[in-house]
Every structure is written in C-alpha cells, then in structure tokens.
C-alpha cells in the first residue's frame, strides 16, 4: 500500500513513516520543513518539499504517485503561537487542509487520517473526557482543529471521504533513531530533558493555582509509538470516526518533573511562572471508544516515555542539527 503523508518530517510524522515503511508500506512524504526536519525523513520514503496549499503540487502527487491513503498531520500546532497568531493557524490547518480535500475528490482518494487533539474540549468539569463530551476549544489551535473535524465530515456525507479523526492527548516520547525537535521549543518533556542535559537553565512551571491536586496543570502523556500505531490500525481496517487517544492517566507538571529527575538522575531546576494564556487545566482522555472499535490501547507508561526521550536527547543533543 502506498501512503502521502503530510507533515511528515515532523515529530509525530517521521516516527510514523519509520515505522510504516518498516511495515512494508510506500511512503511519499511531503512537507514544508516550517517546522520539520528534512534529516528526520527515512531515505526510504519518497521526499516532496512543498506545501499543502499547493493544489497543482497535490494533484500531479496523487495523479503520478497513485496514495492510496493519505495521512494528514501538516499543522501548526503550538497552543500558545496560536493566541499569538490565530491567522497562522486558521490558514495552515483549516484552509490549506481544505485544499488538500477537494484535491482528494478530485483524484477520487477516499482514506484519511487526521490528526486532532484534545485542545477541542477546552476547560472540562470532569475527567476522564470521552467523545461525547462537548467541544470548546479555548485558544485558536483548538478551534482550527475542530472546524476541519466539522470540514471531515460534510466531506464524507457530500464526497464520500472516509475520515478516521484522531484526538490525541499530549504526544511525548521517542524511538532510538526519531525524537522531538521543535526549532523553537516549547514543550514540557523535551524542555525538562533540555535542562537535565544543560542546555536550557531551569524549567518554568507555568502555574501552581489551578485547581488540580498540586495547582499545577495536568496532561494525558501518550507515547508516540502508541499514536503511531493507531494510523497504522487505521489504514489496515475499515472504521470510521473520531477517536481519543490518550492513556487515562493525568500527571500534573510538577509530577512530570520528578519523574524526569529520577529517570536522568539530574537536579533539573524549576521555577514558578504564571500560567501560560489558553492553557486548560486538566485534560485526561477516555480512550475506551479506540479499545472497543479496533482493539488500541497504550503500551507505554509515562515512565517509558521520559525514559525513551531521555536515551533520544542524549545521543541527539543538538536534536536534527
Ligand atoms: N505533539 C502533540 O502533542 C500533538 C497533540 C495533538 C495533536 N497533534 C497534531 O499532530 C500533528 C503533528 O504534530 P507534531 O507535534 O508532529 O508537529 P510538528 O510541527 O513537529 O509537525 C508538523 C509538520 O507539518 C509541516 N507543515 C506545517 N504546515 C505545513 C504546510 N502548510 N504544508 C506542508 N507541511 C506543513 C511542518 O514543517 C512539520 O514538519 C499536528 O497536526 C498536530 O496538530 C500533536
Ligand atoms: O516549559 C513548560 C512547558 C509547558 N508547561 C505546561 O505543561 C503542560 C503541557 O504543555 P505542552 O507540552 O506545551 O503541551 P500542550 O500545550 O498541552 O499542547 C500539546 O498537546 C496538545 C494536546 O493537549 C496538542 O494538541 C498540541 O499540539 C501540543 O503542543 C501545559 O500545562 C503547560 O502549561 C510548563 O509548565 N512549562
């Protein structure tokens, strides 16, 4: 089976080319390198630098090269560049994605996977937070994500596309050739694991009066093989829908930061900062939907993530570069 996948020479996206092209898929990969990393592309997958806004470029790929499936994570993705830059957000994920769309009708490809997240649901009165809860995203990031979930669908009742939507919780971990490395970088485990290795001085924890158990915010942490491994589920069935991905487990920042201590055996210093605008407090996934239709659930805890990312930093200190 052949397979575009967008976005694919950032974090989330190289990690699933690795491990799609070891399952014996092809892979066209195309990017933008924004935020990518053209060394985090597996020389086996076929590279396009161009950019999803680029109809005539989409369409020669899926004319030419023949996808069968396409798996859409090209996004801006920063919550809090989005409260800084909505524009950005709303043209990249909302716009741009539409593109890619009607170029899909066009070639009368069906099959997609998209990346959402857990940001749609915005502040939530309980956890665990199933499907079902209602969505209201608080920063533009959120809601870039949702309109393309609402785009997805009249898509499949119009066009006949088959969406598979995946709202992932907080992506973290590595393998040993593939890690995180935002040019700019902004989030927590790879900014703990900056400060253990010394590049980065202290880790600031931004906010300690939420209303969680230690006032600081809480996160579902999701290894991102276990992510992965949900597209490739996804391609090799038949279902349709929106799913969280998450492991039902929420750490708080303060937590994440012991364990991250004890794991590198390094003080990692870390200061109290205000909260950071259009962060909710507690995000924390029900996955049982993903169990039940097609049989995911996560294989690694939080301590295998920071012990993953930990063994990624250490032989890439300088990341992709
Ligand atoms: N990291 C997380 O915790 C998390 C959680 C929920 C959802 N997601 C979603 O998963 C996807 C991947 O996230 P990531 O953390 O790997 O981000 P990332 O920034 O590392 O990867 C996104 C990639 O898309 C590329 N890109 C951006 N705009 C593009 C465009 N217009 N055309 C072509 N390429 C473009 C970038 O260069 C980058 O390589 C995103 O859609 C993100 O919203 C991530
Ligand atoms: O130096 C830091 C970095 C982060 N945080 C906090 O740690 C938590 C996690 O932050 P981060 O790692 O930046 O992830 P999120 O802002 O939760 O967003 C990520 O996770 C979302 C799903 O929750 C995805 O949709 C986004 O793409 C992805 O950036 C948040 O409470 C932050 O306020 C700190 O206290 N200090």
Redesign the pocket.
């Known amino acids: 089976m052949k397979v575009l996948v967008t976005g694919g020479a950032g974090y989330i996206g190289s990690i699933c080319v690795e491990r799609l092209i070891d399952r014996g898929y092809q892979v066209i990969v195309l990017d933008n390198l924004s935020e990518g990393h053209i060394k985090a592309v597996e020389s086996r997958a076929l590279f396009i630098k161009g950019d999803i806004a680029d109809r005539n470029l989409l369409l020669s790929i899926f004319m030419n090269e023949k996808p069968q499936a396409v798996i859409h994570f090209a996004a801006k993705?920063?919550?809090a560049e989005s409260m800084s830059n909505p524009s950005l957000y709303f043209q990249n994920n909302v716009t741009y994605g539409i593109n890619l769309l009607d170029a899909m009708v066009e070639c009368g490809l069906k099959r997609i996977v998209f990346s959402s997240?857990?940001?749609i649901y915005g502040s939530v009165t309980k956890v665990p937070i199933d499907e079902n809860f209602p969505a209201n995203p608080e920063n533009p990031?959120g809601e870039s994500k949702l309109l393309f979930e609402k785009i997805l669908e009249w898509y499949r009742k119009i066009h006949g596309i088959r969406p598979v939507i995946f709202r992932?919780?907080?992506a973290a971990g590595a393998t040993l050739s593939h890690g995180e490395h935002h040019r700019k970088e902004?989030?927590?485990?790879p900014?703990i694991l900056q400060v253990a290795l010394g590049t980065l001085s202290k880790?600031?924890?931004?906010?300690v009066d939420y209303s969680t158990a230690d006032g600081?915010?809480v996160?579902d942490y999701i290894h991102v093989v276990d992510l992965v491994d949900a597209h490739i589920k996804a391609l090799e069935s038949h279902f349709e829908g929106v799913y969280n991905l998450g492991s039902a487990k929420g750490y708080s920042?303060l937590e994440v930061i012991e364990a991250a201590r004890a794991i590198t055996a390094m003080p990692i210093p870390a200061v109290v900062c205000s909260r950071?605008v259009g962060?909710p407090p507690i995000?924390v996934a029900n996955f049982r939907k993903a169990f039940e239709t097609f049989g995911w659930k996560p294989n690694y805890d939080l301590n295998a993530i920071i012990q993953s990312a930990w063994a990624w930093h250490k032989s890439h200190p300088r990341g992709y570069d």
Do not use: K, M, P, Q
């Open positions: 993705a920063l919550v997240t857990c940001s990031y992932y919780f907080n902004t989030h927590l485990i900014r880790v600031e924890i931004y906010g600081s915010a996160r920042v950071r962060d995000l």
